[in-house]
């Protein structure tokens, strides 16, 4: 239940506009030597009026794609973590 309440936030969150100083985002490619492959991963940072520091870190949400689904699939989940202080 929760999942499914997520997902539905997450696609009225999708249609919303979504400006460059809601959230950043970069595109990471890690290497995996034990299974010589290349892992993409998308980090997603909170706005600016959450800052992430040592003193103040923040939560911090994985989101593993799988059945086939790629993990560029997941940006609306991901971007509504970020707006609510999720790294």
């Known amino acids: 239940n929760t999942l499914i309440a997520m997902i539905l936030v997450g696609l009225f969150h999708a249609s919303l506009p ?4 809601d959230i950043h985002q ?3 490619r890690l290497h995996d ?3 010589d492959r290349v892992v993409p991963i998308q ?3 909170p706005g600016p009026d959450k800052k992430c520091t040592g003193s103040m870190p923040c939560p911090v949400a994985f989101i593993s794609p ?3 689904i790629p993990h560029t699939s997941y940006t609306f989940i991901a971007s509504w973590l970020a707006r609510q202080g999720y790294l």
């Open 18 to 21: 979504v400006s460059e100083t």
């Open 26 to 28: 970069e595109s990471l």
């Open 33 to 35: 030597p034990d299974r």
């Open 43 to 45: 980090l997603y940072f």
């Open 66 to 68: 799988g059945y086939g």
